[in-house]
């Protein structure tokens, strides 16, 4: 059991324990042992730790439930969180001993739940045909509850038209251009492209993640590929629009003399600049309601941004900036273990601090109901483990709580920080080495402009 606990609490499984949560035991693996060994003694008088019978099986001691999420529910992390909590609650009751860790470590997101045989109360759960068919009835419900349709459907086949879905098909409302405007208002909020999927999947929309990005929004009836929404929504371009938000096109930055890399960088932008202006070169916009022209090209907007970054943060070569993101690269680990031991003493301390209030108010009441009782030996165990003796100890371990909580915080605005500058250095990087470094680079723009062209005019020219 023990190593069970320890196994789905597994940090590097679960976001740094962020997806984990406790129910009337601790977070802490061998503590939340000991809390379910000690109710399951009280009720069945038997040693939890006793050996595996010579034949047959040995007492059932907890129940493990794994609830995992197909591709086709784009569940976040989050969401499917919050819905193995639920579960938890319909399924069993307040008064269950669980342990609930949602791991984002494999292509789908899945649950582990780990449940007291016994609950405080003494109520036995049992693992059969008939608990595991009530399971997933409560599953599909939990999930219905969230917005998830569940891949399991015991109801039956397809569903009506909603009106909202009607009225849109009636009206031929574009869902291309509300999924456009519903990312175009959100780049600005992120720092990576998975935040901005996520981002839209809590508004509601569907996202499949494949060899291509497909979005479908609320009651539309396929998905569609960003590609498809325009140049400016490809993958490649929403990376370049979410990494240089911030930069502006359309300025000159200031000449760094001393800066090789920018001598290289202002020569090339400088070729592609004609090509757009002359329309040598596939127009790409950065922004597609704007006209097009060499100040709303997409290739000149991401190379004026990282020559801006180039000569702000004084980068002078090649060699100087991959050793910058060498150093990075050192600090965000280094941040990151910093932050995770933060994390898991916060999370620690929230589920101690809730069984020391729990403690302290059975403690100060008169007849106590049986589950109360249990309720308190277990929170006892806790509090003593825990080094909580008075109300003063559980006081300052509040204040260190709320210190924590204000120390992640911070925290995690500086690996954001340090995140979006390491990324932002690997794309000139690779796009230094991918393309101004290429003596043929125009050449190759000016080719594709060419087979672009000469692809219009076959589709054009009339079939005998």
Not at 415 to 426: E, F, G, T
Request: hydrophobic letters at 35%; proline letters at 2%; one cysteine or more.
């Amino acid at each position: 059991m023990d190593k069970g606990i320890a196994y789905i609490l597994n940090p590097d499984k679960t976001e740094q324990l962020l997806y984990t949560a406790a129910i009337n035991c601790t977070l802490d693996p061998y503590e939340a042992y000991t809390q379910m060994k000690l109710v399951y003694e009280q009720y069945t008088g038997r040693s939890y730790d006793e050996p595996m019978p010579e034949k047959g099986n040995g007492r059932v001691k907890a129940i493990h439930y794994i609830m995992s999420f197909a591709k086709s529910e784009n569940v976040t992390p989050e969401i499917a969180h919050k819905i193995g909590k639920a579960f938890v609650r319909k399924m069993f009751g307040d008064d269950v001993q669980a342990v609930i860790a949602t791991h984002t470590n494999t292509k789908c997101v899945h649950n582990h739940i780990i449940i007291n045989t016994y609950a405080l109360d003494g109520h036995k759960f049992n693992a059969n045909k008939a608990s595991l068919h009530d399971a997933r009835v409560n599953t599909n419900g939990v999930c219905l509850a969230f917005g998830v349709t569940p891949a399991l459907n015991f109801e039956g086949k397809g569903r009506s038209m909603k009106y909202n879905e009607w009225e849109h098909k009636q009206n031929g409302t574009s869902w291309k251009q509300q999924i456009r405007d519903e990312i175009d208002k959100l780049i600005s909020t992120v720092i990576t492209l998975d935040e901005l999927l996520q981002a839209l999947e809590e508004r509601g929309y569907e996202v499949k993640r494949g060899k291509y990005i497909s979005i479908r929004a609320p009651e539309q009836e396929r998905f569609v590929r960003t590609k498809t929404l325009g140049e400016e929504y490809s993958e490649d371009s929403l990376n370049i629009r979410i990494r240089y938000k911030d930069i502006g096109t359309g300025e000159t930055p200031i000449q760094d003399k001393e800066s090789l890399l920018w001598a290289a960088y202002s020569a090339v932008l400088g070729d592609v600049r004609i090509l757009a202006e002359q329309h040598k070169k596939v127009p790409r916009k950065y922004i597609v309601t704007a006209e097009y022209s060499a100040d709303n090209d997409l290739d000149v907007y991401q190379l004026s941004a990282q020559l801006s970054v180039i000569n702000k943060h004084h980068i002078v070569s090649i060699g100087d900036l991959e050793a910058r993101i060498s150093r990075l690269k050192v600090e965000y680990e280094k941040q990151r273990g910093e932050i995770n031991n933060l994390i898991e003493e916060y999370n620690r301390n929230v589920t101690l601090l809730e069984q020391a209030q729990e403690y302290f108010a059975l403690s100060a009441k008169t007849n106590l109901s049986d589950v109360e009782k249990m309720k308190l030996s277990v929170c006892k165990q806790a509090v003593q483990n825990g080094g909580i003796l008075m109300q003063a100890d559980m006081i300052r371990l509040r204040d260190r709580t709320e210190n924590l909580s204000k120390m992640i915080a911070a925290r995690r605005e500086n690996i954001d920080q340090c995140r979006q500058k390491y990324d932002v250095y690997c794309d000139i990087r690779d796009t230094y080495k991918k393309d101004v470094s290429r003596e043929d680079y125009i050449e190759s723009l000016v080719e594709e402009e060419l087979q672009r062209q000469e692809h219009l005019w076959k589709n054009k020219k009339p079939k005998r």
